[in-house]
Protein backbone atom coordinates (compact mmCIF):
# COMPACT_ATOMS: atom_id res chain seq x y z
CA UNK A 1 0.00 0.00 0.00
CA UNK A 2 1.36 3.38 -1.17
CA UNK A 3 1.76 5.79 1.52
CA UNK A 4 2.16 9.92 0.94
CA UNK A 5 5.90 10.80 1.10
CA UNK A 6 5.54 13.30 4.67
CA UNK A 7 5.10 10.03 6.68
CA UNK A 8 8.52 9.30 6.39
CA UNK A 9 10.47 12.54 5.96
CA UNK A 10 12.40 15.14 7.82
CA UNK A 11 10.33 18.16 7.55
CA UNK A 12 12.93 20.70 8.62
CA UNK A 13 15.44 18.85 5.61
CA UNK A 14 12.96 19.05 2.72
CA UNK A 15 12.11 22.45 3.78
CA UNK A 16 15.66 23.55 3.65
CA UNK A 17 15.91 21.55 0.55
CA UNK A 18 12.95 23.59 -1.30
CA UNK A 19 14.14 26.87 0.02
CA UNK A 20 16.91 26.54 -2.01
CA UNK A 21 14.58 25.76 -5.21
CA UNK A 22 12.57 28.40 -4.89
CA UNK A 23 15.47 30.76 -4.71
CA UNK A 24 16.96 28.77 -8.06
CA UNK A 25 12.98 29.11 -9.43
CA UNK A 26 12.73 32.93 -8.93
CA UNK A 27 15.79 33.77 -10.63
CA UNK A 28 15.93 31.32 -13.34
CA UNK A 29 13.01 32.10 -15.85
CA UNK A 30 14.34 31.46 -19.23
CA UNK A 31 16.88 28.28 -20.66
CA UNK A 32 19.40 30.50 -20.61
CA UNK A 33 19.24 31.60 -16.94
CA UNK A 34 19.02 28.11 -15.50
CA UNK A 35 21.97 27.06 -18.12
CA UNK A 36 23.80 29.84 -16.30
CA UNK A 37 22.94 28.58 -12.87
CA UNK A 38 23.69 25.16 -13.44
CA UNK A 39 27.30 25.89 -14.84
CA UNK A 40 28.44 28.59 -11.75
CA UNK A 41 27.19 25.96 -9.43
CA UNK A 42 29.03 22.97 -11.04
CA UNK A 43 32.29 25.69 -11.23
CA UNK A 44 31.96 25.68 -7.29
CA UNK A 45 32.30 22.06 -7.13
CA UNK A 46 34.89 21.81 -8.90
CA UNK A 47 33.65 21.00 -12.84
CA UNK A 48 35.72 22.29 -15.89
CA UNK A 49 34.42 22.88 -19.26
CA UNK A 50 35.48 19.89 -21.59
CA UNK A 51 38.39 21.18 -23.09
CA UNK A 52 40.27 21.33 -19.77
CA UNK A 53 39.39 17.28 -18.96
CA UNK A 54 39.18 16.07 -15.82
CA UNK A 55 36.29 13.42 -13.81
CA UNK A 56 33.86 16.61 -13.82
CA UNK A 57 33.32 18.38 -16.89
CA UNK A 58 30.68 20.16 -18.72
CA UNK A 59 30.05 21.57 -21.94
CA UNK A 60 27.65 24.12 -22.84
CA UNK A 61 25.71 24.46 -26.27
CA UNK A 62 25.03 27.61 -27.51
CA UNK A 63 24.58 29.08 -24.18
CA UNK A 64 20.86 27.05 -23.63
CA UNK A 65 21.46 23.62 -23.14
CA UNK A 66 24.47 22.06 -20.74
CA UNK A 67 25.65 18.38 -20.03
CA UNK A 68 27.66 17.98 -16.74
CA UNK A 69 29.85 14.57 -16.23
CA UNK A 70 31.19 12.92 -13.62
CA UNK A 71 33.57 10.14 -14.74
CA UNK A 72 33.06 6.60 -13.09
CA UNK A 73 35.25 4.03 -12.72
CA UNK A 74 34.29 1.94 -15.57
CA UNK A 75 34.93 2.05 -18.85
CA UNK A 76 32.41 3.99 -20.85
CA UNK A 77 31.79 1.38 -22.95
CA UNK A 78 30.08 0.03 -19.84
CA UNK A 79 27.65 2.61 -20.63
CA UNK A 80 25.99 5.45 -18.96
CA UNK A 81 23.84 6.79 -15.98
CA UNK A 82 21.89 9.43 -17.57
CA UNK A 83 19.42 11.89 -16.12
CA UNK A 84 17.70 14.46 -18.89
CA UNK A 85 15.59 17.09 -18.19
CA UNK A 86 15.09 20.64 -19.91
CA UNK A 87 15.56 23.77 -18.85
CA UNK A 88 12.96 25.70 -21.63
CA UNK A 89 9.32 26.35 -20.13
CA UNK A 90 6.07 27.42 -21.92
CA UNK A 91 6.11 31.94 -22.31
CA UNK A 92 5.74 34.80 -24.50
CA UNK A 93 8.22 35.26 -27.04
CA UNK A 94 8.48 38.97 -28.80
CA UNK A 95 7.79 38.42 -32.50
CA UNK A 96 10.78 39.95 -35.00
CA UNK A 97 9.39 43.30 -35.43
CA UNK A 98 7.46 43.72 -32.19
CA UNK A 99 7.01 47.19 -31.65
CA UNK A 100 3.71 48.85 -33.01
CA UNK A 101 1.10 51.53 -31.85
CA UNK A 102 -2.35 51.58 -31.96
CA UNK A 103 -4.78 54.71 -30.74
CA UNK A 104 -2.03 56.28 -28.99
CA UNK A 105 -0.66 53.12 -26.93
CA UNK A 106 2.52 51.28 -27.46
CA UNK A 107 2.28 47.69 -27.63
CA UNK A 108 4.45 44.46 -28.44
CA UNK A 109 3.29 41.59 -30.85
CA UNK A 110 4.22 38.22 -28.95
CA UNK A 111 3.87 34.54 -30.33
CA UNK A 112 4.04 32.53 -27.88
CA UNK A 113 6.02 29.27 -27.32
CA UNK A 114 5.04 25.87 -25.74
CA UNK A 115 1.88 24.77 -24.64
CA UNK A 116 -0.85 27.24 -23.12
CA UNK A 117 -3.82 28.24 -22.26
CA UNK A 118 -3.53 31.79 -23.73
CA UNK A 119 -6.15 33.42 -20.91
CA UNK A 120 -3.79 32.68 -18.12
CA UNK A 121 -1.24 35.22 -20.07
CA UNK A 122 -3.69 37.86 -19.61
CA UNK A 123 -3.61 40.32 -16.95
CA UNK A 124 -0.83 39.31 -14.92
CA UNK A 125 2.52 40.91 -14.56
CA UNK A 126 4.97 39.84 -16.37
CA UNK A 127 8.61 40.74 -16.45
CA UNK A 128 11.02 41.07 -19.45
CA UNK A 129 14.28 38.45 -19.90
CA UNK A 130 16.81 37.60 -22.64
CA UNK A 131 19.35 38.66 -24.33
CA UNK A 132 19.61 41.34 -27.26
CA UNK A 133 22.97 41.05 -29.62
CA UNK A 134 24.24 44.01 -31.60
CA UNK A 135 25.51 44.21 -35.25
CA UNK A 136 28.75 43.70 -33.61
CA UNK A 137 28.24 40.75 -31.31
CA UNK A 138 28.35 42.71 -28.19
CA UNK A 139 25.23 41.15 -25.88
CA UNK A 140 22.67 43.08 -23.58
CA UNK A 141 21.36 40.94 -21.06
CA UNK A 142 17.58 42.05 -19.89
CA UNK A 143 16.29 40.95 -16.62
CA UNK A 144 13.24 44.02 -16.14
CA UNK A 145 10.55 44.07 -14.37
CA UNK A 146 11.86 41.36 -11.42
CA UNK A 147 13.17 44.17 -8.73
CA UNK A 148 10.43 46.14 -6.55
CA UNK A 149 11.50 49.13 -8.52
CA UNK A 150 10.92 47.95 -11.79
CA UNK A 151 7.67 48.52 -14.12
CA UNK A 152 6.51 45.11 -15.29
CA UNK A 153 4.30 44.58 -18.76
CA UNK A 154 0.80 42.75 -18.80
CA UNK A 155 -1.60 41.93 -21.65
CA UNK A 156 -4.67 43.99 -21.19
CA UNK A 157 -7.93 41.63 -21.23
CA UNK A 158 -11.43 42.62 -22.21
CA UNK A 159 -13.47 44.05 -19.32
CA UNK A 160 -16.46 41.39 -18.66
CA UNK A 161 -18.81 44.44 -19.04
CA UNK A 162 -17.98 44.07 -22.44
CA UNK A 163 -17.15 40.66 -23.29
CA UNK A 164 -20.06 39.19 -23.18
CA UNK A 165 -20.50 38.29 -27.35
CA UNK A 166 -16.84 38.90 -27.94
CA UNK A 167 -15.54 36.43 -25.89
CA UNK A 168 -18.54 34.75 -24.13
CA UNK A 169 -19.24 33.21 -27.21
CA UNK A 170 -16.64 31.98 -28.02
CA UNK A 171 -15.47 28.16 -26.82
CA UNK A 172 -13.23 28.74 -23.78
CA UNK A 173 -10.20 27.63 -25.19
CA UNK A 174 -10.44 30.52 -28.01
CA UNK A 175 -11.46 33.10 -25.88
CA UNK A 176 -8.19 35.01 -26.22
CA UNK A 177 -6.68 34.36 -29.86
CA UNK A 178 -2.55 34.26 -30.11
CA UNK A 179 -2.89 37.82 -31.85
CA UNK A 180 -4.51 38.94 -28.78
CA UNK A 181 -1.65 38.52 -26.84
CA UNK A 182 0.02 41.96 -27.60
CA UNK A 183 1.62 43.31 -24.45
CA UNK A 184 1.53 46.74 -23.29
CA UNK A 185 4.94 48.85 -23.79
CA UNK A 186 4.03 52.53 -23.18
CA UNK A 187 1.34 54.90 -23.59
CA UNK A 188 3.40 58.57 -23.01
CA UNK A 189 4.54 61.03 -25.47
CA UNK A 190 6.31 64.36 -24.91
CA UNK A 191 7.14 65.88 -28.07
CA UNK A 192 6.22 65.37 -31.73
CA UNK A 193 8.55 62.23 -31.97
CA UNK A 194 8.21 59.84 -34.94
CA UNK A 195 6.23 59.21 -37.87
CA UNK A 196 2.68 61.26 -37.84
CA UNK A 197 0.69 58.65 -36.30
CA UNK A 198 3.22 57.19 -34.38
CA UNK A 199 4.48 59.02 -31.93
CA UNK A 200 3.97 57.37 -28.59
CA UNK A 201 5.85 54.30 -30.58
CA UNK A 202 8.57 56.81 -31.45
CA UNK A 203 9.09 58.24 -27.51
CA UNK A 204 9.29 54.79 -26.61
CA UNK A 205 11.83 53.85 -29.52
CA UNK A 206 13.86 57.13 -28.10
CA UNK A 207 13.69 56.06 -24.45
CA UNK A 208 14.80 52.46 -25.58
CA UNK A 209 17.93 53.77 -27.01
CA UNK A 210 18.62 56.93 -24.42
CA UNK A 211 17.99 54.39 -21.59
CA UNK A 212 18.97 50.59 -22.72
CA UNK A 213 21.27 51.70 -25.91
CA UNK A 214 18.79 49.49 -27.59
CA UNK A 215 17.80 50.25 -31.69
CA UNK A 216 14.46 48.75 -32.97
CA UNK A 217 16.54 46.80 -35.40
CA UNK A 218 18.39 45.12 -32.80
CA UNK A 219 15.00 43.37 -31.66
CA UNK A 220 15.67 40.88 -34.68
CA UNK A 221 18.95 39.65 -33.60
CA UNK A 222 17.14 38.94 -30.04
CA UNK A 223 15.72 36.31 -27.65
CA UNK A 224 12.84 37.85 -25.29
CA UNK A 225 10.47 36.15 -23.22
CA UNK A 226 7.98 37.46 -21.43
CA UNK A 227 7.58 35.84 -18.34
CA UNK A 228 5.32 35.90 -15.06
CA UNK A 229 7.28 38.23 -12.57
CA UNK A 230 6.03 36.10 -9.86
CA UNK A 231 8.51 34.62 -7.41
CA UNK A 232 8.34 30.85 -5.79
CA UNK A 233 6.53 30.88 -2.85
CA UNK A 234 5.44 28.38 -0.43
CA UNK A 235 1.45 27.30 -1.14
CA UNK A 236 -0.96 26.31 1.18
CA UNK A 237 -1.41 27.07 5.52
CA UNK A 238 1.37 24.12 6.27
CA UNK A 239 3.52 25.39 3.40
CA UNK A 240 3.73 22.05 1.98
CA UNK A 241 3.77 23.19 -1.47
CA UNK A 242 5.57 25.51 -4.11
CA UNK A 243 3.55 28.00 -6.57
CA UNK A 244 6.06 29.14 -9.05
CA UNK A 245 6.40 29.74 -12.84
CA UNK A 246 8.66 26.90 -14.63
CA UNK A 247 8.44 23.79 -12.54
CA UNK A 248 8.33 22.18 -15.75
CA UNK A 249 10.68 21.50 -15.85
CA UNK A 250 13.38 23.19 -13.93
CA UNK A 251 12.14 21.19 -11.31
CA UNK A 252 13.72 18.17 -12.83
CA UNK A 253 16.95 20.67 -14.09
CA UNK A 254 17.58 21.40 -10.24
CA UNK A 255 16.76 18.29 -8.17
CA UNK A 256 19.33 16.49 -11.03
CA UNK A 257 21.80 19.23 -10.14
CA UNK A 258 21.66 18.32 -6.73
CA UNK A 259 22.08 14.86 -6.97
CA UNK A 260 25.22 14.53 -9.35
CA UNK A 261 27.23 16.98 -7.24
CA UNK A 262 26.97 14.67 -4.40
CA UNK A 263 28.00 11.65 -6.69
CA UNK A 264 31.82 10.77 -5.90
CA UNK A 265 33.49 8.10 -7.77
CA UNK A 266 30.33 6.19 -9.26
CA UNK A 267 30.55 2.81 -10.79
CA UNK A 268 29.67 4.02 -13.71
CA UNK A 269 29.87 7.37 -16.10
CA UNK A 270 26.82 9.74 -14.58
CA UNK A 271 25.43 12.26 -16.85
CA UNK A 272 23.48 14.91 -16.24
CA UNK A 273 21.52 16.57 -19.80
CA UNK A 274 19.64 19.68 -19.51
CA UNK A 275 18.35 20.69 -23.00
CA UNK A 276 16.31 23.65 -24.43
CA UNK A 277 13.46 23.04 -27.30
CA UNK A 278 11.06 20.08 -25.31
CA UNK A 279 8.09 22.49 -25.13
CA UNK A 280 8.36 22.96 -28.77
CA UNK A 281 9.26 19.35 -29.96
CA UNK A 282 12.94 19.26 -29.42
CA UNK A 283 13.54 20.69 -32.64
CA UNK A 284 16.72 22.29 -33.02
CA UNK A 285 20.07 22.62 -32.30
CA UNK A 286 19.91 22.84 -28.35
CA UNK A 287 16.97 20.46 -28.37
CA UNK A 288 17.22 16.56 -27.81
CA UNK A 289 16.55 15.59 -31.37
CA UNK A 290 19.77 17.49 -32.58
CA UNK A 291 23.41 15.67 -32.24
CA UNK A 292 24.59 17.54 -30.05
CA UNK A 293 24.76 14.79 -27.01
CA UNK A 294 26.43 12.14 -29.57
CA UNK A 295 28.79 14.90 -30.45
CA UNK A 296 29.56 15.16 -26.84
CA UNK A 297 30.25 11.69 -26.35
CA UNK A 298 32.33 11.60 -29.23
CA UNK A 299 34.53 13.92 -27.55
CA UNK A 300 35.13 12.65 -24.52
CA UNK A 301 35.73 9.16 -25.83
CA UNK A 302 39.06 7.64 -25.59
CA UNK A 303 38.84 5.79 -28.92
CA UNK A 304 36.04 7.43 -30.60
CA UNK A 305 34.88 4.45 -32.73
CA UNK A 306 31.72 4.30 -34.11
CA UNK A 307 31.63 0.42 -32.66
CA UNK A 308 32.36 2.12 -29.20
CA UNK A 309 29.95 4.37 -29.40
CA UNK A 310 27.24 1.51 -30.10
CA UNK A 311 28.01 0.44 -27.37
CA UNK A 312 28.19 3.09 -24.64
CA UNK A 313 24.41 3.58 -25.85
CA UNK A 314 23.43 0.44 -26.01
CA UNK A 315 24.47 -0.28 -22.10
CA UNK A 316 23.58 3.24 -20.98
CA UNK A 317 20.48 3.80 -18.87
CA UNK A 318 18.34 6.95 -18.65
CA UNK A 319 15.53 8.75 -16.28
CA UNK A 320 13.63 11.24 -18.59
CA UNK A 321 13.31 13.47 -15.92
CA UNK A 322 10.38 15.50 -16.42
CA UNK A 323 7.21 16.29 -14.47
CA UNK A 324 4.25 14.19 -15.12
CA UNK A 325 0.26 15.54 -14.34
CA UNK A 326 -1.22 15.22 -10.17
CA UNK A 327 -4.58 14.50 -9.61
CA UNK A 328 -6.61 17.50 -9.40
CA UNK A 329 -9.44 16.71 -7.30
CA UNK A 330 -11.71 19.98 -9.11
CA UNK A 331 -10.95 18.29 -12.28
CA UNK A 332 -10.61 14.35 -12.05
CA UNK A 333 -12.80 13.66 -14.58
CA UNK A 334 -9.44 13.94 -16.95
CA UNK A 335 -7.51 11.22 -15.52
CA UNK A 336 -8.42 7.49 -14.32
CA UNK A 337 -7.72 7.66 -10.58
CA UNK A 338 -6.17 4.32 -10.32
CA UNK A 339 -3.31 5.23 -12.45
CA UNK A 340 -3.14 9.03 -11.93
CA UNK A 341 -0.16 10.51 -9.91
CA UNK A 342 -1.24 11.89 -6.27
CA UNK A 343 0.35 14.99 -4.57
CA UNK A 344 3.07 14.20 -1.77
CA UNK A 345 3.21 10.64 -3.18
CA UNK A 346 6.74 10.80 -4.47
CA UNK A 347 8.45 10.61 -7.70
CA UNK A 348 6.41 9.83 -10.69
CA UNK A 349 7.61 6.56 -12.81
CA UNK A 350 5.70 6.48 -16.13
CA UNK A 351 6.46 3.73 -18.56
CA UNK A 352 5.27 5.42 -21.54
CA UNK A 353 3.45 8.79 -22.16
CA UNK A 354 2.13 10.01 -25.69
CA UNK A 355 -1.70 9.48 -26.48
CA UNK A 356 -4.63 6.95 -26.76
CA UNK A 357 -3.25 4.02 -28.21
CA UNK A 358 -0.29 4.49 -26.81
CA UNK A 359 0.78 6.51 -30.12
CA UNK A 360 4.56 9.12 -30.34
CA UNK A 361 6.06 7.10 -27.10
CA UNK A 362 8.48 5.17 -26.03
CA UNK A 363 7.96 2.49 -23.89
CA UNK A 364 10.30 1.09 -20.70
CA UNK A 365 10.83 -2.74 -20.79
CA UNK A 366 9.26 -4.30 -18.09
CA UNK A 367 13.29 -5.41 -17.32
CA UNK A 368 14.30 -2.07 -16.87
CA UNK A 369 10.98 -1.26 -15.10
CA UNK A 370 12.22 -4.01 -12.58
CA UNK A 371 15.44 -2.16 -12.12
CA UNK A 372 14.17 1.01 -11.45
CA UNK A 373 11.83 -0.27 -9.05
CA UNK A 374 14.58 -1.96 -7.15
CA UNK A 375 17.32 1.05 -6.72
CA UNK A 376 14.19 3.21 -5.65
CA UNK A 377 13.17 0.35 -2.72
CA UNK A 378 16.45 -0.17 -1.60
CA UNK A 379 17.02 3.44 -1.05
CA UNK A 380 13.58 3.35 0.52
CA UNK A 381 12.53 6.08 -1.98
CA UNK A 382 9.27 7.20 -1.87
CA UNK A 383 7.70 6.67 -6.01
CA UNK A 384 4.59 5.61 -7.73
CA UNK A 385 3.90 4.48 -11.03
CA UNK A 386 0.83 6.62 -13.07
CA UNK A 387 -0.20 7.69 -16.62
CA UNK A 388 -1.01 11.18 -18.03
CA UNK A 389 -4.44 10.98 -17.65
CA UNK A 390 -7.55 8.51 -19.06
CA UNK A 391 -6.89 7.10 -22.35
CA UNK A 392 -8.39 8.86 -24.83
CA UNK A 393 -8.42 11.96 -22.83
CA UNK A 394 -5.51 13.49 -24.75
CA UNK A 395 -1.68 13.08 -24.05
CA UNK A 396 1.59 14.75 -24.03
CA UNK A 397 5.53 14.07 -24.47
CA UNK A 398 8.98 14.24 -23.07
CA UNK A 399 12.40 13.75 -24.63
CA UNK A 400 12.17 10.36 -23.33
CA UNK A 401 11.10 8.29 -26.60
CA UNK A 402 14.47 10.75 -28.70
CA UNK A 403 16.83 9.30 -25.75
CA UNK A 404 15.47 5.97 -26.54
CA UNK A 405 16.13 6.27 -30.48
CA UNK A 406 19.49 5.78 -29.35
CA UNK A 407 18.88 2.39 -28.51
CA UNK A 408 19.41 3.25 -24.28
CA UNK A 409 16.84 2.23 -21.60
CA UNK A 410 14.60 5.16 -20.87
CA UNK A 411 11.95 5.36 -18.33
CA UNK A 412 9.98 8.95 -17.70
CA UNK A 413 10.59 9.68 -13.93
CA UNK A 414 9.88 13.17 -12.17
CA UNK A 415 7.62 14.63 -9.92
CA UNK A 416 3.73 15.60 -10.21
CA UNK A 417 2.75 19.17 -10.78
CA UNK A 418 -0.75 20.69 -10.43
CA UNK A 419 -1.87 23.32 -13.37
CA UNK A 420 1.61 22.65 -15.30
CA UNK A 421 2.08 25.16 -17.85
CA UNK A 422 -0.22 27.65 -16.02
CA UNK A 423 1.77 31.04 -15.09
CA UNK A 424 2.15 29.63 -11.68
CA UNK A 425 2.46 25.73 -11.09
CA UNK A 426 2.31 23.84 -8.07
CA UNK A 427 4.44 21.11 -6.83
CA UNK A 428 4.89 19.44 -3.28
CA UNK A 429 7.64 19.24 -1.45
CA UNK A 430 7.62 15.83 -0.73
CA UNK A 431 7.77 15.00 -4.14
CA UNK A 432 10.54 17.55 -4.94
CA UNK A 433 12.67 15.70 -2.11
CA UNK A 434 11.74 12.66 -3.41
CA UNK A 435 12.71 13.28 -7.00
CA UNK A 436 16.09 14.48 -5.79
CA UNK A 437 16.61 11.44 -3.45
CA UNK A 438 15.41 8.88 -6.41
CA UNK A 439 18.07 10.26 -9.22
CA UNK A 440 20.90 10.58 -6.72
CA UNK A 441 19.95 6.87 -6.18
CA UNK A 442 19.97 6.35 -9.46
CA UNK A 443 23.45 7.76 -9.96
CA UNK A 444 25.56 6.12 -7.45
CA UNK A 445 24.66 2.68 -8.57
MN1 LIG B 1 8.30 19.07 -19.32
MN1 LIG C 1 5.89 20.97 -20.58
Not at 4 to 29: G, H, I, M, P, Q
Not at 58 to 65: G, I, M
Not at 417 to 441: C, N, Q
Request: aromatic residues 10%; proline residues 3%; contains cysteine.
Amino acid sequence: MKETAWLKLDKEKVFKFCSEYCDFLSRCKTEREAVDYIVSTAEKSGFLPIEKGGDKIYEVNRNKSVILVVRGKKDLKEGLRIVASHVDSPRLDLKPNPVYEEEELALLKTHYYGGIKKYQWVSIPLAMHGVIVKENGEKLNIVLGEDPGDPVFTVCDLLPHLAKKIQGEKKFFEGIAGEELNILFGSMRKEDKGKEKEKVKGFILELLEKTYGIEEEDLVSAEIQFVPNFKARDVGIDKSCVGAYGHDDRICAFTSLKAILETENPEYTCVLIAVDREEIGSEGATGMKSKAFENFLIKIMDSPQLRDLVSVFENSKVLSADVAAALNPTFKDAQEKHNAAKLGYGVVVERYTGSGGKYSTNETTAEFAAEIRRIFNKDNITWQAAELGKVDEGGGGTIAKFLANYNMDVIDCGPAILGMHSPFEVASKADIYETYRAYKAFYKE
